[in-house]
């Protein structure tokens, strides 16, 4: 473990880098993700459309498309914008599906009643149709978030600095050690970020919780007790 005491500065440096390299692709997918999947769902031609043009964008490889957005963006093939571009178009393309599905479950006799009650398109979408979707974005996020982790280290090959930097580096020195060092650091990021969004639904979304054991415990009293009472009657 001489490597990584030598160079505890270094692998700081590389994993904070990687977490904020991912942390806004994964913002800007949950955010854009929102309208694609409502527009998705206003009918089967726009789903088809939302839907195929997520697909076709996840086709695109990595490589290629840091070439080709500098020439649409105004940035360098080895800035760092770059990488988090492409990187928030591939959590678009996971995402957008994700959100029109989520969206599509949704109970429409729920959707109906919100509306006979008076609630307008805006209010309904966000206050009715938006949290009842949320489990399933939910699942959705988690699986951009270790999709996106996992892309990162790729942006070492257009010079970005993450922990891709130690794969790469420890291959080519023969050091066992830094690739280790990089490959169990991109794991418990990726479950450091998973337990953080787990940890966001939950705070957002109480009514998806598990009863807790006090509840269960009360709940099963109660029946226990109604069912003593009607043992006991004649």
Do not use: C
Request: no cysteine; charged share 15%; net charge neutral.
């Amino acid at each position: 473990m001489s490597w990584t005491f030598d160079n505890l500065d270094l692998i700081r440096e590389y994993t904070l880098n990687h977490a904020r390299l991912a942390i806004i692709p994964i913002l800007v997918s949950f955010l854009l993700s929102i309208p694609l999947g409502w527009v998705a769902n206003r009918s089967p031609l726009l789903r088809s459309v939302v839907i195929t043009g997520g697909s076709l964008l996840y086709t695109i490889p990595s490589l290629p498309l840091f070439v080709i957005l500098p020439l649409i963006i105004p940035t360098g093939v080895l800035d760092d914008t770059n990488l988090v571009v492409a990187l928030s178009i591939y959590g678009v393309a996971i995402m957008s599906r994700s959100a029109a599905d989520a969206l599509a479950a949704v109970d429409r006799t729920t959707v109906d009643a919100a509306t006979a009650v008076g609630y307008s398109s805006v209010t309904r979408f966000f206050t009715v149709e938006l949290p009842l979707a949320g489990p399933v974005l939910l699942a959705g996020i988690r699986v951009v978030s270790a999709s996106t982790i996992a892309l990162v280290s790729v942006g070492v090959i257009i010079g970005s600095k993450n922990l891709g930097y130690l794969f790469q580096n420890g291959k080519q020195r023969g050091l066992l050690e830094e690739v280790v060092i990089g490959i169990v650091l991109s794991l418990l990021l990726a479950l450091i970020f998973d337990l953080v969004i787990l940890m966001v639904g939950r705070i957002l979304m109480p009514w998806t919780r598990e009863p807790s054991a006090q509840g269960r415990r009360s709940t099963k009293g109660r029946a226990s007790g109604f069912d003593a009472g009607v043992t006991a009657e004649p």
